[in-house]
């Protein structure tokens, strides 16, 4: 801060300790909880949270957050507060004037303060003012970092939509970015990588430009956990308003934006409509619902628009909430359209929906677009901005970003809040290096905030102590809640994600009262506000309006899943039930649940390394199902003995694809060594080499170019790519295969049998997709179709090959007919009676034989019904195969 801005954090802080001194002498609390308690219960209420408060006034001056213009009101009705509980006569309390001074003078020096459009309405002015001010906070604070201490606009950077990436996992897909970048590389060995990354992308759009388009109707826009989504929506309400205040552009029709949560509307007493009108009413206190059509009527010039952002709709637990609120708000957008001619166009934002759930909202009107991640262009912007207003900030930028591809954290970072997290344990421990995978990036980062509030947390305590010195019972229940405190925020944590408790505070109160008996009910004062304020000192819950919630739901998932591995027997038996459930859960479920119990399964290898050894020898001795779930925990840094990393890497060419990804992300040395041994031995198989180059580039970028350009350009292109029309293989099928297909002819076919043939290879089309391709090459190039028939019976009879590799070939050949049936069923009766091969794959096999029907039906029966009762099958198996065996033609 500048030395003017210290005068008012002094002025602020002697006030302060004279308020706390003579509530303190008169025996009544003295928090800053209770000052924002205070302030809201005033004749003008005014809403200032603690952590803000906090931000003010710091313990060190230099990290304080000065409080802007729009807070000025706020700080005023601080000082009275605080005068008043000092009982300072009047004559000798500070003026509005030398306030509103000391507040001007704090100011940063950045862009100008916005000068409001008289033209705009009182009401709409006020709306537009609080926005801009709220848009400006962090939707999480990273303590004592230098860029959480700016204003986001000073930080964020803008993300890019509709970008090819995966968006249900945590930043670890391979797309890279929009390739916007100057693409000069930055002296690190991948820019070459970085520029074929870019080519390969599509391109991104930002989100302003995209609602500069008025063909686009109503906006899903999804992302992973930590994805930006809050940021995004919080930039975009700031950055429009104040364009409004400041009249950036006169001549254009108006767009005002109305910011809230999901779970805010839906909870609101009078509903949706209310929830966003009411700010722009005169009748603030009323009782009645307020109409938004009726309300907003007068507010907007003609062609004006309504911009409704509605953040986090995924945080609402119920689906049947969430389908309420996307009907309210699309019934409320009609209605105005239809009533006063004002358009509403509504953002919503949102983790990965399910496909049911996202046809309802493509149904109302909705296009679902993703938020990509970072890519390392816009990584470096962000470690710029962080450090833009240090004195050595571009060296600790440069440092950062060398540490990151140090730790191989190149991937990981993409995820704007891992990014956050990785900059802020970086300058607060720039001595260490910076961790390898997410589960230690969460558990040094929870670490960090340990220690750096330990001595608030210890003043709460020790406070706590003090008022119970003279109560046996009393002094029972804080010793028990400093013992047990650990165990209370893992405890709400659970409570928040697992059992979407909606009143946390409650929720940790209920839990003490439980665990202490008669001591929970012994009076000690202010036992819920020190509760209160012992969650919110950990770093990760912070208090909004009054209730209790996590920082990020990342921090609380993570917890939570330590919440549930802690209870698991301390021995790993797939026999027991509660093993059975988490196991299942990690290989046979999907979506949120499946996370879950992937990452109760690593918190529990890290719990108890010595039982992680037996879990992972079980999960590596099972189905693909089970070697899926081993290599991703090994991929997040379980502990494991070499013995299982070497079984890991030895079986890869024989495992599921996506175990190659895993693999790419591990940080032993053996694994680099062993996927350049793959992608460069000659008597591999091609598809093997292209699994290994493309996963090692995910750790080793620069290793992985250099290969590809030495074993040459030609032999490791991702497709066959015609040279008359330029048409790929990935362009197909990313375009679709049916649009591809509408508009082909049979001489298009057959110019283009090779590329349809190469995409029939992949094995990675829709079932419905491979039978049109089959047909129309049978139909137009039957040459071509006996030619990829032949390929695909090679590799379903390939022994060497994994059984769910020659499955999937299986079900290609078996498009082409005739003979090739036969072929096809052989296979499958050989995988179904192989005993090798897991009992869930040979039951998939017969199962697909059973639908080929005649002649082959009652062998495929026989065979299932003997594996249902085959001796020796593990609890897990028994589980997997349990509820497969009451199909309608399976007597």
Known sequence: MTKKATTLHAELSALERRARAVRRADGLPYSRRETATALRARPAPVDLNSRRLSDWLPDDPAKAVAPSHANADAVWALVCLWSEWARIPP??????????????????ERRPHQTAVATLPP???????????????????????????????????????????????????????????????????????????????????????????????????????????????????????????????PDRPPVIPLWATASALSAHPHGVEDALARPLSDDHGGEEPV?????????????????????????????????????????????????SDERV???????????????????????????????????????????GQHEHGGTLAAEFLRQVDLARLRDLVRVPLLAAVAIALYEAWPDRALPS????????????????????????????????LRNPSAAEAVRFLEQNFDDLLREVAHAARVMKAPDLHQHAIDWLARKLGP?????????????????????????????????????????????????LPVEFS????????????????????????????????????????????????????????????????????TEHVRDFLERLPYLPAECWESAGHLADEAAYEMLVFYASGSAQHRTTREHALDALALRHPGEAALLRERLGREEFRSGTESPSTGLHAKAVLSTGVESV??????????????????????????????????????????????????????????????????????????EFGGAYVGAAAAVLLDLATRSDVAPLDRWDAAESVLDLGAPHTERARRIMRALAREPGLSAGELFDLQGLTHRPDLP
């Open 123 to 249: 009401r709409l002015r006020s709306l537009l003012e609080r926005q801009s001010t709220l848009s400006e906070d962090w939707p999480y604070v990273l303590h004592e970092g230098s860029g959480s201490l700016l204003p986001l606009s000073m930080i964020h950077v803008r993300q890019h939509i509709d970008i090819d990436t995966d968006v249900e996992g945590d930043g670890d897909g391979d797309g890279d970015g929009d390739g916007d970048g100057d693409g000069d590389g930055d002296g690190d060995g991948d820019g070459d990588q970085q520029r074929r990354d870019a080519r390969a992308a599509p391109q991104g759009r930002l989100l302003d430009a995209l609602l500069s388009d008025d063909a686009v109707g109503h906006l899903l826009l999804e992302a992973g956990p930590g994805g930006g989504k809050s940021s995004l929506l919080a930039r975009l309400a700031g950055d429009v308003s104040d364009a409004l205040l400041r009249r950036d552009h």
């Open 291 to 339: 109409r938004f059509h009726e309300t907003v009527a007068d507010l907007l010039p003609a062609a004006g628009r309504w911009l409704v952002l509605v953040d986090s709709l995924d945080e609402l637990p119920d689906p049947n909430a969430r389908a309420n609120l996307v009907h309210r708000l699309t019934r409320m957008a009609r209605e105005t359209a239809a009533q």
């Open 345 to 387: 166009r509504i953002v919503i934002t949102s983790r990965p929906m399910q496909e049911p759930e996202r046809r309802l909202l493509e149904t109302a009107g909705f296009t679902p677009h993703t938020l990509a991640p970072f890519d390392h262009d816009q990584l470096r912007e962000l470690a710029g901005r962080w450090f």
């Open 437 to 468: 995978n997410q589960y230690a990036l969460y558990e040094q980062y929870r670490l960090y905030l340990t220690a750096a509030k330990a001595q608030h947390r210890g003043f709460r305590l020790g406070r706590l102590a003090t008022l119970s």
């Open 91 to 108: 004559h000798e309390r500070p003026t509005r004037r030398y306030v509103n001074d000391l507040v001007d003078a704090a100011q940063p």
């Open 741 to 814: 297909l509408e508009g082909f002819s049979p001489a298009d076919v057959r110019e283009q049998a090779d590329i349809l043939g190469a995409v029939i290879l992949t094995g990675e089309l829709e079932p419905a997709d491979r039978a049109a391709i089959a047909q129309a090459l049978c139909a137009s190039a039957p040459d071509r179709a006996r030619q990829v028939a032949d390929r695909l019976e090679t590799l379903a009879r390939d022994a060497s090959r994994t059984p769910w590799a020659r499955h999937h070939a299986v079900e290609a050949l078996i």
């Open 519 to 567: 001591a929970a009910r012994v009076s000690i004062p202010g036992w819920r506000d020190a509760v209160a304020g012992l969650l919110t000192s950990t770093g990760l819950i912070v208090s909004r309006n009054g209730r209790l919630r996590f920082l990020h739901i990342s921090f609380a998932e993570h917890l939570a899943a330590e919440h549930d591995a802690r209870l």
């Open 574 to 641: 797939p026999l027991a039930d509660s093993w059975q459930e988490v196991v299942l859960g990690a290989t046979r479920l999907r979506g949120r649940r499946t996370r879950h119990a992937m990452a109760t399964l690593l918190h529990y290898c890290h719990l108890r390394p010595l039982s992680s050894a037996v879990l992972l020898s079980w999960l590596q001795q099972g189905s693909d199902r089970h070697h899926r779930v081993a290599a991703r925990l090994l991929a997040e840094g379980c502990p494991a003995s």
